[in-house]
């Protein structure tokens, strides 16, 4: 089991930066890929950035990259995103996310998550 606890939203302006982070319960965090997804208001759920189980590997969304970094330390079981130059349609709940395997092709789909946090909320005005 892994419980999975967001944090660090909240409202910025456009250009501005915050960084999220997902704290991880469980002994067996280091062992899941983690990933960051986002939903907005009337939209779908959708993929932001992933990262695998040592961090060998990073995955990001085109509508992210060059903006946003994902990161992880299996020490103290966190994972972050760091996100710069946001813009309004970046405005969404994210939710932090672990799989038991992590590719890229399967990356980007929620049905390959087995835990979910609550969600942080991001708005970004412009």
């Known amino acids: 089991q892994v419980q999975l606890v967001e944090s660090g939203g909240g409202l910025v302006q456009a250009g501005g930066s915050l960084t999220l982070s997902c704290a991880a319960s469980g002994r067996t965090f280091s062992s899941y890929g983690m990933a960051w997804f986002r939903q907005a208001p009337g939209k779908e759920r959708e993929f932001a950035a992933a990262i695998t189980w040592r961090g060998f590997n990073t995955y990001y969304a085109d509508s992210v990259k060059g903006r946003f970094t994902i990161s992880r330390d299996n020490a103290k079981n966190t994972v972050s995103l760091q996100m710069n130059s946001l813009k309004a349609e970046d405005t969404a709940v994210y939710f932090c996310?672990?799989?038991?395997?992590?590719?890229?092709?399967?990356?980007?789909?929620?049905?390959?998550?087995?835990?979910w946090g609550q969600g942080t909320q991001v708005t970004v005005s412009s």
């Open positions: 996310a672990a799989a038991p395997t992590l590719n890229r092709a399967s990356m980007s789909v929620t049905s390959s998550y087995n835990y």
